[in-house]
């Protein structure tokens, strides 16, 4: 039986579907104002895509029950929408493409499905464009866990307008997921500029993770004295948890700092943040450290941990 966290979660999903499938007109008799069904314009696109092609690979491709797509092609054959033949190589089996009508109507349905999305999002302001697109983008991955379908993760050092990002982002995620007000903004305002004013490229570093392109993280490495390093503002995008992004971005850090030859590691956390808690836990840090105190507008329990390189 679901709990009400998952059914809440199944009644979203459905609920997009039905909003989704109404707006790009999916309920109608047929795709873009012809008389083709969305799995007949899908099996022509698949065709399209190919110069042969044979059914068991547009199956495969597309999910589809063999015999309902025999008898789909055999009506695709009777309009003279589709070429059979047999393979050269293997007599046992049948080539497919599309023959002059076909391909034909591919670019019609291939140019309709192109004008009904461009309205769609010419509709729209170029940053809602944007943020749709990644939106998309989010589920795809997320329906596509498999090797072909994960998405590249790159950390690189930061450069020019990185810093007014990284400020941004985590005083709008600590502020919508903890309630932490301006003084938590001030503080990383002030840990960004005192990193540019005196950053020192053999010993401090920042880094940057982008998922497909996209900024996703960002963690910091900083002089704390006395061959002691400090780990400050590790941050992964809400959407992007879950891909070992901040677990890379440690990582990076503790690389860097034996480069650098410092002797520890140390960072301040708090007890709420159970993932960051977590992920130094596994990179080796301990805590030493724990301190009641009153900061961000909220009572909390600061954590001091070390990590010997």
Sequence with gaps: MATPQLAERIGAVRRFNRFYTRQIGLLRDGMVDTRFSLTEARVLYELGQAQETTATAIAAALGLDHGYLSRLLGRFAKADLIIRKTSPEDGRQTLLSLSAKGRA???????????????????????????????????????????????????????????????????????????????????????????????????????????????????????????????????????????????????????????????????????????????????GFRMVRQEPHCSFGHDLIGETWELDL
């Design 105 to 283: 109507t591919f670019r019609q349905l291939d140019h309709g499905s192109e004008k009904l999305v461009g309205a769609l999002l010419e509709a729209m302001a170029e940053p809602r464009q944007q943020q749709m697109v990644a939106a998309m983008q989010t589920i795809e991955r997320c329906l596509a866990p498999d090797a072909a379908g994960a998405p590249a993760v790159l950390l690189r050092p930061h450069r020019t307008g990185d810093m007014g990002w990284v400020l941004e982002r985590h005083a709008a995620c600590y502020g919508n997921e903890y309630g932490w007000g301006g003084a938590f903004e001030a503080l990383a305002a002030e840990i960004v500029t005192k990193f540019l004013r005196e950053f020192d490229a053999a010993r401090e570093q920042c880094w940057i993770a982008e998922l497909d392109g996209a900024r996703a993280g960002s963690v910091f490495l900083v002089k704390g004295g006395d061959d002691i390093a400090k780990l400050r503002l590790l941050l992964v995008e809400p959407q992007a948890r879950g891909l070992g992004i901040g677990r890379r971005l440690v990582d990076e850090c503790i690389r860097f700092a034996r480069a650098a030859r410092y002797r520890r590691i140390t960072l301040w956390t708090q007890s709420i943040l159970t993932d960051a808690r977590a992920i130094y836990e596994r990179a």
